[in-house]
């Protein structure tokens, strides 16, 4: 079970990092669309849509994991 909790840590750890380079990205692209950088701003927005799937799969796995670290607690 100590293993688990580890890793529930780690997946919480990088959702968290994963939001944070979703902000960073949005506010790369904001400067581009204000310096006109349509090509730049068309990549940033592909990274973007790949990293809000990948955080919400993640979230979804955080979510499962918890409900059976609390399944198993209750048992």
Same mark, same amino acid.
């Given at each position: 079970?100590?293993?688990?909790?580890?890793?529930?840590? /780690?997946?919480?750890?990088? +959702?968290?990092? &994963?939001?944070?380079?979703?902000?960073?990205? *949005?506010?790369?692209? @904001?400067?581009? #669309?204000?310096? /006109?950088?349509?090509?730049? +701003?068309?990549? &940033?927005?592909?990274?973007?849509?790949?990293? *809000?799937?990948?955080? @919400?799969?993640? #979230?979804?796995?955080?979510?499962?994991?918890?409900?059976?670290?609390?399944?198993?607690?209750?048992?």
């Amino acid at each position: 079970m100590e293993q688990l909790y580890a890793a529930m840590d /780690e997946l919480l750890q990088t +959702e968290s990092e &994963l939001n944070a380079l979703k902000a960073v990205m *949005s506010v790369m692209r @904001e400067g581009c #669309r204000a310096r /006109e950088s349509q090509e730049m +701003e068309d990549v &940033l927005c592909v990274f973007e849509i790949y990293l *809000s799937c990948v955080a @919400e799969h993640m #979230r979804n796995s955080i979510h499962i994991l918890d409900q059976f670290l609390a399944e198993r607690k209750k048992g």
